[in-house]
């Protein structure tokens, strides 16, 4: 059996969360024929195909999907025991701000690997929309803060730029004589702001149907059958789809998802889980 190098297993784990060869070199800190040989070794040495790719698509396969979760925990697990022994004891609160809109997988990924790495540090976790994680930001409330918000803000790292995407459930049936049933966030939603400038922009007509600051309260409206939504892609819940080009809805921009840090400075504590969080989502540390 072959031993697997971690270089490889990381660039797996970036390609699947981004969807993009480009986009996974960029966190890798190499270039995108790197990631391209290092995928093409991988998946000769498992003998398996782990992506579908088109042109414009990476999907993962079925044993790619069936792969995807052992391969974070090994690399969870792995990192963080490289943390524990080069950091030794590192101890002191942190607070972290997350987006609703981000995810709720990796946020037990982080919590897990902060509890049994490093026990000294005390996370707590603020769930709410990105412009009131900002706002936290600047009046000193939060150490650091995963958001999705139009522009680059200064002290921060890109964590990743998927395209945002029209979402609906399986089942939503087209009906163009009527206006586009929305659910969106309340004001102040990068989403939501994306989604409102492009459709008047071609002229679309639409309607919000639900507005809410809770992201389970428009999965529940989209799998309804009655709203259509805005999300990143990649992040689709089971069960949803992407409305397709043929319905007539306009493009959308990509989004900017950063994790912002407060500007006077961050402790050792706020630092590792920093460190932590570029490690788990496979971007490099230079």
Known sequence: MHDIDMKLLRSFVSVATERNFSRAAERLGCSQATVSLRIKSFEDMLGRKLFNRSYHLVEL??????????AQIILDHHDALVDKM??????????LGIAEDYGEAFLSRLMRVIDSSFPGIELNVTCQMSVKLQKLLETRKLDLAIVTLPDKKSH???????????????DYVVDRRKPWPMAFYSEGCAFRAAAEAALKREGHAYREVLTTASGEVIKSAVSSG????????????????????ETGLPDLP?????????????????????????????????
């Open 61 to 70: 396969s079925g044993a790619g999907k069936d792969l995807l979760p052992d």
């Open 86 to 95: 080069r950091s030794g004891k590192v101890a002191g609160a942190v607070s």
């Open 156 to 170: 921060s790292t890109l964590l990743s730029q998927p395209k945002l995407v029209w979402v609906c459930s399986g």
């Open 226 to 245: 009655t709203a259509i939504t805005v999300m990143a892609e990649g992040t689709l819940p089971y069960g949803f789809a992407i409305l397709s080009k």
């Open 254 to 286: 990509p989004s900017c998802i950063q994790l912002v840090e407060r500007e006077d400075g961050l402790t050792k504590a706020a630092q590792q889980v920093k460190v932590s969080i570029k490690k788990l989502l496979g971007i490099s540390l230079a």
